[in-house]
Structures are given as C-alpha cells and as structure tokens.
C-alpha cells in the first residue's frame, strides 16, 4: 500500500482543515488507517485511527471532539476533519496503514508527510 496525505496548509486559531490520505495497491478497504503528528522538537504521537473491521474509530484525548477520522473504502482516500484547531496543532501530520496496528507506531506502510500550521 503507497499512501499520500494531502491537505495541510496554514490556518488561524478556530479554523479548520480537512486532510485526506490516498492510497494505491490492493485491499484498502483490509487496512486500519491511522493519522499521527510530529511537531518540532518532539516525538510521533497518535492522533486518529479508523478500523477496516465495522469501522471503529480512536482518537488521543487531545483531539477528542475537535478532529474527526473517516474513510470512503470505494476511493481508496481516508480523511481527517480537523476543526477548532490550536497552535499547539502545528506539526506534520502522517497517514498510515496497518492490519493490525491502531493507536501505536507499529504501522507498516506511511504515508509523507503534510505541515499543518496554526497561527495564534
């Protein structure tokens, strides 16, 4: 599975951005896809996932009610909706894809990354 997220971009405190990670290669639809940050200086962290299995979402708790993960299986593109966003967002934001994996690293297909910037 190739992935490419798209969508990142400079935006003000309280606006929103709509990512979108598409994939090519077979069987989508068998992947959890997982979307993760790094913000300079500092580690990858979780930030949403979505099932292939009923579609069960998870997000870390400093997302909770702001962002929101989502895939369409029939054009290959997961999304993540990103609204009230904080400067404390600004990082490069990776999609990935995994059978197993869901909140960890331990993805074995990634996507490049897209820069999200929040100015305050």
């Known amino acids: 599975v190739q992935l490419q997220a798209s969508g990142g971009g400079l935006v003000q405190a309280g606006g929103s951005l709509r990512l979108s990670c598409a994939a090519s290669?077979?069987?989508?639809?068998?992947?959890?896809i997982g979307w993760f940050r790094q913000a300079p200086g500092k580690e990858r962290e979780f930030v949403a996932a979505?099932?292939?299995?009923?579609?069960?979402?998870y997000y870390a708790d400093s997302v909770k009610g702001r962002f929101t993960i989502s895939r369409d299986n029939a054009k290959n593109t997961a999304y993540l909706q990103m609204n009230s966003l904080k400067p404390e967002d600004t990082a490069v934001y990776y999609c990935?894809?995994?059978?197993?994996?869901?909140?960890?690293?331990?993805?074995?297909?990634w996507g490049q990354g897209t820069l999200v910037t929040v100015s305050s």
């Open positions: 990935a894809a995994d059978r197993v994996a869901t909140m960890t690293l331990e993805y074995n297909y």
């Open positions: 979505i099932s292939w299995i009923g579609g069960r979402t």
């Open positions: 290669g077979r069987a989508f639809g068998s992947y959890n």
